[in-house]
């Protein structure tokens, strides 16, 4: 049984590993967000329920979020376990998740913060069709534009530093005590996510076998 979560900052490198470790231990890759878009698009009463908070810009409340996942990891193809991203966001719903579906490994994704300032920082986007570069790990052919459409890449408000500041701080603030929760229970590896994508992808195998 693989039932582990990914905990990490913004531009950390989460998705890219976990799409190839769900894919390497043939597990599903959840993040909640997206469970709460598709039953929402299957219209049953729980996404029905969870459309009106998200339409309403409000959080959608810990109850409906647990009942969501805790339908999608009851499936087949979720026997032999599941990766978690972006969930538990607070100890309320890390204290739930153990009466549903105890988690056997949380990965935490450490870097330091002025690295992650610089990640984040040189995110850009084309206006045009929205494809995501970066100036450090994916930059576009030729500088400041789009590979597809020539567009002027821009940055986004909420990739400024000022913003970025911000985001990292609401960060730390909220993950702080979920890394402590699953230390404490001795769930938790650390590992160094400053590496190249191989690099982290070797300590992320070591963290969950
Ligand atoms: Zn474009």
Not at 30 to 49: K, M, N, Q, Y
Not at 74 to 97: C, S
Not at 177 to 182: A, E, N, R, T
Request: hydrophobic residues 40%; contains cysteine; charged residues 25%.
């Amino acid at each position: 049984m693989h039932r582990i979560a990914f905990l990490g900052p913004p531009g950390a490198g989460k998705g890219t590993q976990a799409t190839v470790l769900a894919a390497e231990l043939a597990i599903p890759h959840l993040s909640t967000g997206d469970l709460l878009r598709a039953e929402a698009a299957a219209r049953t009463p729980l996404g029905l329920e969870a459309d009106g908070y998200m339409r309403s810009g409000r959080l959608v409340p810990d109850a409906v979020v647990l009942r969501v996942l805790e339908e999608r990891i009851g499936r087949p193809d979720a026997r032999n376990g599941f990766l978690l991203d972006g969930f538990p966001r607070t100890v309320a719903q890390a204290t739930t998740l153990e009466s549903v579906a105890p988690l056997d490994r949380v990965v935490f994704f450490d870097l330091p913060r002025d690295v992650l300032v610089d990640r984040l920082s040189s995110r850009r986007v084309c206006p045009t069709c929205r494809t995501v570069y970066n100036l450090l790990s994916h930059p576009p052919r030729v500088a400041g534009r789009c590979d597809r459409d020539g567009a002027e890449l821009v940055q986004r408000p909420d990739d400024r530093p000022e913003a970025i500041a911000t985001r990292l701080a609401v960060y730390a603030e909220t993950t702080a005590p979920i890394v402590d929760f699953y230390r404490a229970r001795g769930r938790l590896r650390t590992i160094d996510a400053t590496g190249t994508p191989d690099e982290v992808g070797r300590q992320v195998r070591a963290a969950t076998r």
